[in-house]
């Protein structure tokens, strides 16, 4: 039995590196825009959310550390959806999602026991950290190792 819907159409979308972003105290992630494949999320929008993380980390909103990590922005429908991702505890992968349905972004509420975590065209960019995340952990871990990490990035591909 399947729970996709009889009349729901698959579509492709665009997984896209975007230049990385740094938020205090010392947190660097990685980009992905995630859209239609005939769309571009609009430079603005990406602006936005870029002054949105900053001001979330330096509030402590989003509470980050000396972090390495990822973030993901889906233009989802008529939503952004913002994933922020960070790698702790050696081997484990945090997450805040955000959804900005108008006019600002708000924390999505996560009080659920059976959460959504990742849509099909978000996982290409997981996959592709988690597969990164390992290099790293088997590598010096040093400063060469981190501008490794963070130069590791999906450039475009279409899930």
């Given at each position: 039995?399947?729970?996709?819907?009889?009349?729901?159409?698959?579509?492709?979308?665009?997984?896209?590196?975007?230049?990385?972003?740094?938020?205090?105290?010392?947190?660097?992630?990685?980009?992905?825009?995630?859209?239609?494949?005939?769309?571009?999320?609009?430079?603005?929008?990406?602006?936005?959310?870029?002054?949105?993380?900053?001001?979330?980390?330096?509030?402590?909103?989003?509470?980050?550390?000396?972090?390495?990590?990822?973030?993901?922005?889906?233009?989802?429908?008529?939503?952004?959806?913002?994933?922020?991702?960070?790698?702790?505890?050696?081997?484990?992968?945090?997450?805040?999602?955000?959804?900005?349905?108008?006019?600002?972004?708000?924390?999505?509420?996560?009080?659920?026991?059976?959460?959504?975590t990742y849509?099909?065209?978000?996982?290409?960019?997981?996959?592709?950290?988690?597969?990164?995340?390992?290099?790293?952990?088997?590598?010096?871990r040093d400063?060469?190792?981190?501008?490794?990490?963070?130069?590791?990035?999906?450039?475009?591909?279409?899930?």
């Amino acid at each position: 039995m399947s729970s996709v819907c009889a009349d729901y159409k698959h579509i492709r979308k665009i997984v896209e590196a975007a230049p990385a972003v740094a938020l205090p105290p010392g947190t660097d992630l990685k980009w992905y825009n995630i859209c239609r494949e005939e769309a571009v999320i609009p430079a603005q929008v990406q602006q936005e959310t870029r002054e949105f993380l900053r001001a979330e980390a330096a509030s402590g909103r989003l509470a980050l550390g000396d972090e390495l990590g990822f973030v993901i922005l889906h233009w989802a429908g008529d939503a952004f959806l913002l994933m922020v991702c960070t790698w702790r505890n050696d081997n484990e992968l945090w997450e805040t999602v955000y959804a900005k349905h108008a006019a600002r972004f708000e924390p999505v509420s996560r009080d659920e026991s059976h959460k959504p975590t990742y849509c099909v065209w978000e996982m290409g960019a997981v996959l592709h950290e988690q597969q990164a995340w390992s290099r790293y952990l088997f590598s010096a871990r040093d400063q060469e190792a981190q501008r490794a990490y963070l130069a590791d990035q999906v450039s475009r591909v279409l899930v």
